[in-house]
């Protein structure tokens, strides 16, 4: 008995460990992690927020293969802050059980994710902590496509190097930011001669990464422009309203079906990737696009002001 109660009140990850199946998984937790909220059903508990901790553990299917030092591979801590940010933000609630269910099931979305614990404590209630703590299990092995619905469509801008270095950049960033959609810029190649290796596969490589210190350059013009290279930031910079500029190399050269690569071919790649990104709208700045591509098109010339 004396174990049941510890257990009782231990983090759910020793609650995870104790309860486990046959079948290893893997964990990940959150712990500590609180947020200022206006829940409860009291009269006293509306009109004002109170600190809300939650403690969360996801058990995960194990990766097959190497992880490869790879976040696209992992269940990210961040869709576990996601879950919790977005039922908070859906609507205000009067009970920690509903708040808890809701976390539970939206982190059960992942395809990862397996079983989930989650402890939501109020703090400043009493004396102590008040809370609930739940446990769900997936019922369904495959992924829940409803989570498509909340999938961003960025903006894909490509800008020619003249754009890059062009002194209406700034004002072209601040309309393009003051829209509130996502964005992503794409670049080309730097204007230095590359290397030629003769060979498919390292040139390829060579033209990608002079693509990416292109992106450097481009995010040392600008403060709000971070270069990102993986799926998972892009996703979580989309929803965090930060502005990225794509490095490309990692997610075409993961790619099962990637486009053809070249120096001369960038703003084909672009459009890959804004059709991958499944992007409202691919705008070139500096660059007048083809009207067939994937998605649609907006071509602004080098001595436009306004986009």
Known sequence: MTN??????????????ATSGPVALDRISLRDHIVEVEIGAFQAERGTTQRVCFNIVVEV????????????RILSYDRVT???????????????????????????????????????EKLDRG???LGVEIVRARTVVQPVEAIEDEKPHPRVVYLTNDAVHSDRLK????????EA????????????????????MTQRRIDLLAMEQNAWVLAARDHRCVVVSTRTELDWAMKNGQICVWAPSKIVLD?????????????????????????RRMIGIGETLPENGPVPV??????????
């Not at 299917?61 to 696209?72: A, F, K, M, N």
């Open 4 to 17: 049941e109660i510890r257990l009782a009140f231990a983090h759910p990850d020793e609650r995870a460990a």
């Open 298 to 307: 907006r071509s602004i010339a080098l001595d436009d002001d306004v986009i």
């Open 61 to 72: 299917r194990p990766l097959t293969g190497e992880i490869d030092d790879d976040v696209d």
């Open 82 to 120: 996601e879950a919790i940010a977005f039922e908070l933000a859906a609507e205000r609630l009067n009970l920690l059980e509903t708040l808890a269910d809701r976390v539970a099931e939206r982190i059960l979305l992942e395809p990862q994710a397996m079983r989930v614990f989650v402890r939501i």
């Open 127 to 129: 004396p102590g902590a």
């Open 171 to 178: 004002g072209w960033i601040d309309q393009l930011d003051a």
């Open 181 to 200: 959609v996502p964005l992503i810029f794409c670049v080309g190649p730097h204007d230095l001669p590359l290397p030629e290796t003769g060979h498919a």
């Open 255 to 279: 790619a099962v079906e990637g486009p053809a690569v070249g120096t001369e071919g960038a703003v084909a790649l672009a459009a890959w990737f804004a059709r991958e990104m499944e992007a």
